[in-house]
């Protein structure tokens, strides 16, 4: 599938990943209420963890009205366990080290650092309705004010739904 079928409307595409405990987590399982998905390149480097951080701090607000926090890297389990650890993060990170679900939903993507091209995850973010459809993509997110500007539009889609 490549991001050009990824668009809000559409079918969110299926996952079954694990998290840093080793349980599996799938998208059949968030079926029947609403979710933030997000990509993030790597564990422990300054943005991601900032996003991490961020998302972790709006946690229970969100569990209140039975909305999960997932995010998605080529992470290994291990590393998201120290990385949860570290920064006493609240949201589910799973290990998606072959990029299954990060290219299904089209954030595996050529990126260039000092001059040199490389394949890495662009910084995404998807919410997903009840029905298993994306209602909202954002693409090469900055993460200063991003999860206010997430959780603004999860609340205006949920008042209208």
């Not at 996952?15 to 564990?43: K, N, Q, V």
């Not at 990170?93 to 072959?98: G, P, T």
């Not at 954002?138 to 008042?159: A, G, N, S």
């Amino acid at each position: 599938m490549t991001d050009n079928e990824i668009l809000p409307g559409g079918k969110a595409p299926d996952y079954s990943l694990t998290d840093h405990t080793g349980e599996i987590h799938t998208s059949a399982s968030c079926l029947g209420s609403w979710y933030i998905l997000y990509f993030y390149p790597r564990d422990n480097t300054s943005s991601c963890t900032a996003e991490a951080v961020a998302f972790s701090e709006v946690y229970d607000e969100l569990s209140k009205i039975g909305v999960p926090v997932i995010g998605i890297s080529p992470d290994t389990m291990e590393s998201h366990r120290k990385f949860i650890e570290k920064h006493d993060l609240k949201i589910t990170l799973l290990s998606d080290i072959n990029h299954e679900v990060i290219e299904a939903y089209g954030a595996w993507k050529q990126k260039k650092m000092y001059g040199k091209s490389y394949m890495g995850v662009e910084r995404s973010t998807f919410l997903i309705d009840r029905d298993g459809v994306i209602r909202e993509i954002w693409r090469k997110v900055r993460v200063k004010d991003h999860v206010q500007t997430v959780t603004k539009r999860l609340h205006e889609l949920m008042e209208s739904s």
